[in-house]
């Protein structure tokens, strides 16, 4: 379809210059006063006329020039006048204004010179002037019509370059709504199940080493909930690196749920995760008991929540993570209000993302939980007195990663690095807007 689409200009040009052709050619034959001169001119400007489209300026030359010859030699008559017609409005068509004016002010003082000198003594040549002004008229026609065609099709042509920007643009803006959109997911189910996988890791492994301790059998299911957790978090971290595209990246980073540890670098270990000192020095066995109680159905699950989890939740967070033995403390300042939810949920995702890699990788650390309610934004602030030092900065991962694109969608500010007297803190400055 596209080479007929092409051809079909040329096989137009072709009738258009054959047609014009056979018509001056009728009027040479039927001129008494032409000769083979003017039939070869008048075939030579007509053929011209092919090219009227793709070359202009070529078709003006000749077909000026042969028609000059012939309306010079023969006094054809008015219809001389049509091939420089057609050359004119090709060339005022694509832009040549000037060479199309000057081929139609040649062509038609020549005709009326040579028309005027063949007007016989005595006879009124006022018919011949007035002849000579209406095709100028028609010259003038010939060009307005070659004007009005180049703007419209320059018109054309920006509505096309237009509708293949605007589609351009619906592409990108759907492709960018569809990457936002899996950011989302990735952020969403790295901070929600693997937080909650790695509770369960944790707590699996300090019963693993209590047990051992006291020199008890370790029940064979508490090692395969303690290695089945290892291979979703792995599974799931697998998934969330297909939905962020960017595998390759992610396939150097440490397996964790983090990413990037709040109190240190990872310790690299694939087993499972690393155990907490002070966790395993509490004697009372209380994580292996909650861990107990909660595989027996003695203390109630936990609520499914239909609206998504905020700071009203905060208690029951960090009391999640006291759980694993990890000493946490909280303090909130300012006037306690409505958050919008997007400000909610991020400050939330922030605190559970900062905990638990505090929990995994911070051992011994212990844990304070800032939240200050200003008048224009929240504060969050999650600091551990772990082993992490300024001059050895963990890699970051997908953990930090997901916190700081929550904070850089809200506008907000995310600093996240070792302490200078050990440990490391996790601020978050995220504006309330209108809403605060």
Same mark, same amino acid.
């Given at each position: 379809?596209?080479?007929?689409?092409?051809?079909?200009?040329?096989?137009?040009?072709g009738?258009?210059a054959?047609v014009?052709?056979?018509?001056?050619?009728?009027?040479?034959?039927?001129?008494?006063?032409?000769?083979?001169?003017?039939l070869?001119a008048?075939?030579v400007?007509?053929a011209?006329?092919?090219?009227?489209?793709?070359a202009?300026?070529?078709?003006?030359?000749?077909?000026?020039l042969?028609?000059i010859?012939?309306?010079?030699?023969?006094?054809?008559g008015p219809?001389?006048?049509?091939?420089?017609m057609?050359?004119?409005f090709g060339?005022v068509?694509?832009g040549?204004?000037?060479?199309?004016?000057?081929?139609g002010?040649?062509?038609?003082?020549?005709a009326?010179?040579?028309?005027l000198a063949?007007?016989?003594s005595?006879q009124?040549p006022?018919?011949i002037?007035?002849?000579?002004?209406?095709?100028?008229g028609?010259?003038?026609?010939?060009?307005?019509?070659?004007?009005v065609?180049?703007?419209?099709q320059?018109y054309l042509?920006?509505?096309?370059?237009r509708a293949?920007?605007?589609?351009?643009?619906?592409?990108?803006?759907?492709r960018?709504r569809?990457?936002?959109?899996r950011?989302?997911i990735?952020?969403?189910?790295?901070?929600?199940?693997?937080?909650s996988i790695s509770?369960?890791?944790?707590?699996?492994?300090?019963?693993?080493?209590?047990?051992?301790?006291?020199?008890?059998?370790?029940?064979?299911?508490?090692l395969?909930i303690?290695?089945a957790?290892?291979?979703a978090?792995r599974?799931?971290?697998?998934?969330?690196?297909?939905?962020?595209?960017?595998?390759a990246?992610?396939?150097d980073q440490?397996?964790?749920?983090?990413?990037?540890?709040t109190g240190?670098?990872?310790?690299g270990q694939?087993?499972?995760?690393?155990?907490n000192? %002070?966790?395993?020095?509490?004697e009372?066995g209380?994580?292996?008991r909650?861990?107990?109680?909660?595989?027996?159905? %003695?203390?109630d699950?936990?609520?499914v929540?239909?609206?998504p989890?905020g700071?009203?939740?905060?208690?029951?967070?960090?009391?999640?993570a006291r759980?694993?033995?990890?000493p946490a403390?909280?303090?909130?300042?300012?006037?306690?209000?409505?958050?919008?939810?997007?400000?909610d949920?991020a400050?939330?995702r922030?605190?559970?993302?900062?905990?638990?890699?505090?929990?995994r990788?911070a051992?011994?650390?212990?844990?304070?939980?800032?939240i200050?309610?200003?008048?224009?934004?929240l504060v969050?602030q999650?600091?551990?007195?772990g082993?992490?030092r300024s001059d050895?900065?963990?890699?970051?991962?997908?953990?930090?990663?997901?916190?700081?694109?929550?904070v850089?969608?809200?506008g907000?500010?995310?600093?996240?690095?070792?302490?200078?007297?050990g440990?490391f803190?996790?601020r978050?400055?995220l504006?309330?807007?209108d809403?605060s």
């Amino acid at each position: 379809m596209s080479s007929v689409h092409a051809w079909r200009p040329v096989a137009m040009d072709g009738a258009l210059a054959v047609v014009v052709a056979v018509l001056q050619s009728a009027t040479v034959l039927t001129n008494p006063g032409a000769g083979a001169l003017d039939l070869a001119a008048v075939l030579v400007a007509s053929a011209a006329l092919v090219a009227w489209r793709r070359a202009p300026l070529v078709p003006l030359l000749v077909s000026t020039l042969g028609m000059i010859v012939y309306a010079a030699h023969a006094q054809p008559g008015p219809q001389a006048a049509f091939p420089v017609m057609v050359a004119v409005f090709g060339a005022v068509r694509a832009g040549h204004r000037a060479a199309a004016a000057l081929a139609g002010t040649l062509f038609l003082g020549v005709a009326l010179a040579a028309n005027l000198a063949g007007v016989p003594s005595g006879q009124d040549p006022q018919p011949i002037v007035q002849q000579t002004v209406l095709l100028l008229g028609w010259f003038l026609a010939a060009g307005v019509a070659g004007t009005v065609t180049r703007h419209r099709q320059a018109y054309l042509e920006q509505a096309e370059q237009r509708a293949a920007e605007a589609e351009r643009t619906r592409e990108e803006m759907a492709r960018r709504r569809a990457g936002e959109e899996r950011l989302r997911i990735a952020r969403e189910l790295h901070d929600s199940l693997t937080h909650s996988i790695s509770v369960i890791k944790v707590q699996a492994g300090v019963a693993v080493h209590l047990a051992r301790k006291r020199g008890d059998e370790v029940p064979a299911a508490l090692l395969a909930i303690q290695e089945a957790s290892g291979d979703a978090m792995r599974e799931l971290r697998a998934t969330l690196e297909v939905l962020r595209d960017d595998a390759a990246q992610e396939r150097d980073q440490d397996d964790g749920p983090g990413g990037v540890p709040t109190g240190g670098p990872d310790d690299g270990q694939d087993g499972g995760p690393r155990e907490n000192p %002070h966790a395993a020095r509490n004697e009372d066995g209380r994580a292996a008991r909650h861990e107990d109680e909660r595989a027996d159905g %003695h203390e109630d699950a936990e609520p499914v929540r239909a609206e998504p989890s905020g700071l009203d939740r905060l208690d029951d967070l960090v009391d999640r993570a006291r759980s694993t033995g990890l000493p946490a403390t909280v303090t909130v300042s300012g006037e306690r209000r409505r958050l919008p939810a997007e400000v909610d949920r991020a400050a939330y995702r922030i605190v559970q993302e900062a905990l638990t890699n505090v929990s995994r990788h911070a051992g011994g650390a212990a844990a304070s939980v800032r939240i200050d309610y200003g008048g224009t934004e929240l504060v969050v602030q999650v600091e551990d007195d772990g082993g992490a030092r300024s001059d050895a900065p963990p890699v970051p991962g997908v953990g930090l990663v997901g916190m700081r694109e929550r904070v850089t969608a809200l506008g907000g500010r995310l600093r996240a690095e070792p302490r200078a007297e050990g440990g490391f803190t996790v601020r978050a400055e995220l504006p309330l807007g209108d809403a605060s």
